[in-house]
């Protein structure tokens, strides 16, 4: 197992914005993607958005496009996500996960089985 460690989470207003970070204890996060969930209490894990490491290629769920960003420092192997204009329904614990699995687009990506790799997640809350 591979230690993928997220932080940033907490609570905020909407509207408001936080950062999330993915790092990957005692290693890179050169994977062919690492990714960002989400699950809300009673719903399924959802799709965020995902990096593919070596084209630097970002994908997004349609519920986050055009507010949450993805990047990443190559220096500090951390992979960062950026929500903007958070809304309540943002609400969920946040998970980074990592996939060796290399395939052309991100349409892949978007299932979590094709994820080998997982952090413990981190909460946030967005009130209203």
């Known amino acids: 197992q591979v230690p993928l460690v997220e932080s940033g989470g907490g609570l905020v207003q909407a509207g408001g914005s936080l950062r999330l970070s993915c790092a990957a204890s005692?290693?890179?996060?050169?994977?062919?993607?690492v990714g960002w969930f989400r699950q809300a209490p009673g719903k399924e894990r959802e799709f965020v958005g995902c990096?593919?490491?070596?084209?630097?290629?970002?994908y997004y769920g349609d519920s986050v496009k055009g507010r949450f960003t993805i990047s990443r420092d190559n220096a500090e192997n951390i992979m960062y996500l950026q929500m903007n204009t958070l809304k309540p329904e943002d609400t969920a614990v946040y998970y980074c996960?990592?996939?060796?699995?290399?395939?052309?687009?991100?349409?892949?990506?978007?299932?979590?089985?094709?994820?080998?790799?997982w952090g413990q997640g981190t909460q946030v809350t967005v009130s209203s």
């Open positions: 990096l593919t490491w070596s084209r630097q290629s970002t």
């Open positions: 996960a990592a996939s060796r699995n290399y395939y052309t687009g991100g349409n892949r990506y978007r299932e979590p089985n094709e994820y080998d790799y």
């Open positions: 005692g290693r890179t996060l050169n994977y062919a993607a």
